[in-house]
């Protein structure tokens, strides 16, 4: 039985080893926080990865074959691996926008991927490709807040290959946010700035992600040394699911499909390090802030499933390119005055069928669509436009009580119809009514962490554990189950307690834990917590 059920029941780092031929083992022993007067002193920088797909399980399936920078913060960190984003739709956007404002997603109003980030109003510079982006939707503060009030000589660098992933845990605050974009350079947008630092235009002038075009991404290791078969057609939509993975010989196709492939994570870890050097993140008696996203997982996760060969190895990589960033980190800082978090913006379901790791056994690919199609023509017979009227997204119900008024539809009515319908399909195992939720005990149930002041959204439809969404035939997430919803938590650096916790935390614990601390204090109230047990 799942948490949820339970509930409910009860440098350039763009190094040569991002593809082909592994390169020497980074140092899994370099520096750690020295225990000292010195290590009482202030922090000087935070420094927070969130992993994209990251799941709790991968830190005991893979935890033995690390040898560099996850290595490093494992042996050395307080290791939370009972960390969960603790939300009913675990996406991205509500994902990131939890790890650094201490808020569930009811709190800081991102509650799933499609009202994140995206908007005409705030484009993107130098005419990159991709829509434009800003934190509009976001509500409250995080911790970039606290510590530029507590100091307003802060510094803040935030990056992702994902615009919400570098947008969302900095909140509404104007700092350096830049993401990837698809012409192969990082930008941002006019929320934040009217042209690119030249630091950033200098970056891009290298054009790392067009010279990839035409290389390989080979196996790190021997092929024997990896349990995962590599022959599942059921991985990349039947294409190109097998070793090695080539890149497109086109450059600018190249640079487009630059973040499917693991060097995308070295070249964010890069432009990280460029970055921190050239704002002089660190340096001083203030503490900064350095923000890192890293995506690449999300997209291998997706395209070959959590227990495909391609995450195996892409972790390895991980592992590598972050001993490398630390490695040149702890050269240009003093580890001693550097605190550490990690954690991942949700989790991932196995294919169903698929059952290497996971007892996945019972899996439904599910579908509501007939239940909206036999809706809609419903409402068309009576002279309606359905799509005026409601929508259906995976997981969620909307309609537009306006116009549902003006027409003489009844809001519950429809509501239920499609309630009842949905219940019926295999693999549904809940559909709430959102006044329901907004009820509902948070903290007792995972999934009423719903935004309650989304007026139309009327239906929360949950499935039965590793139940999917018959998206695009990818591996999913964004349920409350464990699979999406369990993340690893951890700290590291001279406050923390190094060990192993067996403790249940969450992701929103994360920012009051941090602030504690650094010795800034919070502007609102939180949903998390410190984690006292993790600090000295």
Not at 311 to 318: E, F, K, N
Not at 394 to 417: H, K, W
Request: charged residues 20%; contains cysteine; neutral net charge.
């Amino acid at each position: 039985m799942t948490r949820a059920s339970h509930r409910l029941a009860l440098v350039s780092l763009l190094a040569a080893c991002a593809f082909g031929r592994p390169e020497g083992e980074t140092r899994a022993d370099a520096p750690r926080p020295a225990v000292s007067a010195r290590a009482a002193a202030r922090p000087t920088l935070v420094v927070f990865f969130t992993i994209d797909q990251f799941r709790g399980a991968y830190l005991s399936r893979y935890g033995g074959e690390f040898t560099g920078g996850l290595k490093r913060l494992l042996a050395g960190g307080a290791i939370f691996q009972n960390g969960f984003q603790d939300h009913g739709i675990t996406e991205t956007a509500p994902g990131h926008a939890a790890t650094m404002s201490g808020r569930f997603p009811v709190h800081t109003g991102i509650i799933m991927n499609s009202q994140g980030v995206n908007t005409r109003e705030y484009p993107l510079l130098q005419a990159a490709n991709g829509p434009g982006a800003a934190p509009f939707r976001f509500e409250g503060t995080t911790l970039t807040d606290w510590m530029v009030a507590a100091d307003r000589s802060t510094r803040v660098l935030s990056v992702s290959r994902k615009d919400r992933g570098a947008i969302l845990p900095i909140g509404r605050s104007k700092q350096q946010v830049f993401w990837y974009s698809s012409d192969g350079e990082f930008t941002t947008s006019t929320w934040y700035m009217e042209q690119l630092p030249e630091w950033v235009l200098g970056f891009n002038a290298e054009n790392g992600p067009r010279k990839s075009a035409g290389q390989q991404w080979e196996l790190l290791r021997p092929a024997s040394q990896y349990p995962e078969p590599d022959s599942v057609p059921t991985e990349g939509r039947g294409q190109d699911y097998m070793f090695p993975h080539v890149e497109p010989a086109d450059s600018s196709t190249a640079a487009a499909s630059y973040p499917n492939y693991p060097a995308m994570d070295s070249l964010t870890l890069a432009f990280a390090l460029r970055g921190m050097g050239e704002m002089q993140l660190g340096r001083g008696s203030r503490t900064d802030l350095l923000a890192i996203s890293l995506s690449t997982l999300d997209a291998v996760g997706h395209r070959y499933g959590p227990d495909s060969r391609e995450v195996h190895d892409h972790l390895l990589r991980l592992d590598r390119y972050l001993g490398q960033f630390l490695d040149s980190l702890f050269l240009l800082r003093d580890s001693s005055r550097i605190v550490i978090a990690m954690t991942g913006d949700h989790g991932v379901t196995p294919f169903p069928g698929v059952t290497l790791y996971d007892k996945n056994q019972g899996a439904q690919v599910v579908t509501l669509d007939p239940v909206a199609q036999e809706m809609a023509m419903r409402v068309k017979a009576r002279g309606i436009e359905p799509a005026k009227l409601f929508a259906w997204e995976d997981g969620v119900f909307l309609v537009e009580p306006n116009f549902a008024r003006a027409n003489g539809i009844d809001v519950d009515s429809l509501t239920d119809a499609f309630a009842r319908e949905a219940r019926k399909v295999p693999g549904v195992w809940r559909a709430d009514r959102l006044r329901d939720l907004a009820r509902a005990d948070t903290v007792q149930d995972a999934i009423a962490r719903f935004d309650p002041r989304r007026s139309n959204v009327q239906l929360v439809v949950t499935l039965q554990q590793w139940s999917v969404w018959s998206l695009a035939n990818i591996a999913m997430h964004g349920s409350p189950h464990d699979n999406d919803a369990n993340v690893p938590v951890i700290f590291w650096g001279a406050p923390f307690a190094p060990g192993r916790y067996a403790d249940t935390v969450r992701v929103v614990d994360m920012a009051p834990t941090l602030a504690q601390v650094i010795g800034v204090t919070p502007s609102e109230k939180l949903d998390g917590r410190p984690l006292a047990r993790a600090i000295k």
